[in-house]
């Protein structure tokens, strides 16, 4: 049972640098959630998609892009990486767009120098 | 602004129980949820309550005032395994989750 797969699990990168985070979920969820995780603050909601085709902002999308080809991939693109996008990126699930229990990923940890 | 308020770090003994609070302030409310996540990993489930009242599942109890905007996660029979930080969040009217920053609890022996 896989659940959710994210890939790389960590990744230093140089400013400036293209990175796509992954994301797959097998439970053939529907909505899906890009969060980032900072030290003394509470989880950040970057992107998410209700159903395959769709998708939207969420608190901090500035310098993120998602797309929603399928119902099971949901990868996040960093165009251009600043240090400030440092982090600990959790990709999510749920079966239900209007809340339930989320399934998450384990994490993606992100160094941009 | 919504906001959700929980003590930033706890400490307990192994064998007690320990009660962590959250309080919310949001724009509307349609369940609020505990998540435990250990160090250097993900968020896993604990509870959801959207009715007043107290939900109990083993060791640990949620419960829920609506009218008081406030929320606590009792732990009981504290274990070791038990560290780690506690997250609280609402889904406000758009059902969109609102995080609080989490509650390390420290276990000691």
């Known amino acids: 049972i896989a659940g959710i797969t994210q890939a790389p699990t960590s990744q230093i990168l140089a400013a400036g640098r293209r990175m796509t985070l992954r994301c797959t979920q097998d439970m053939r969820h529907n909505a899906m959630y890009w969060y980032r995780q900072d030290l003394g603050l509470g989880l950040r909601l970057i992107h998410y998609?209700?159903?395959?085709?769709?998708?939207g902002k969420g608190e901090v999308p500035d310098g993120y892009s998602v797309s929603r080809a399928n119902t099971d991939d949901f990868p996040l693109t960093l165009a251009s990486a600043v240090p400030s996008q440092t982090s600990v990126y959790f990709c999510?699930?749920?079966?239900?767009?209007?809340?339930?229990?989320?399934?998450f990923g384990e994490g993606s940890r992100l160094t941009v120098l | 602004g919504q906001n959700i308020d929980q003590p930033t770090e706890m400490t307990a003994t192994e064998g007690a129980i320990v009660q962590i609070n959250c309080t919310y302030q949001?724009?509307?409310?349609?369940?609020l949820f505990w998540y435990q996540q250990h160090a250097g990993e993900a968020p896993t489930f604990l509870s959801y309550?959207?009715l007043d009242g107290l939900e109990e599942k083993g060791r640990f109890s949620s419960f829920l005032s609506r009218s008081k905007g406030y929320s606590y996660l009792l732990l009981k029979e504290l274990q070791m395994k038990d560290s780690a930080s506690y997250l609280c969040a609402v889904l406000d009217s758009n059902y969109q989750l609102i995080w609080g920053a989490g509650t390390k609890l420290i276990i000691k022996p």
């Open positions: 998609s209700n159903t395959a085709g769709t998708t």
């Open positions: 999510a699930s749920s079966d239900s767009p209007q809340g339930g229990e989320l399934f």
């Open positions: 949001t724009s509307g409310f349609n369940g």
């Open positions: 309550n959207v």
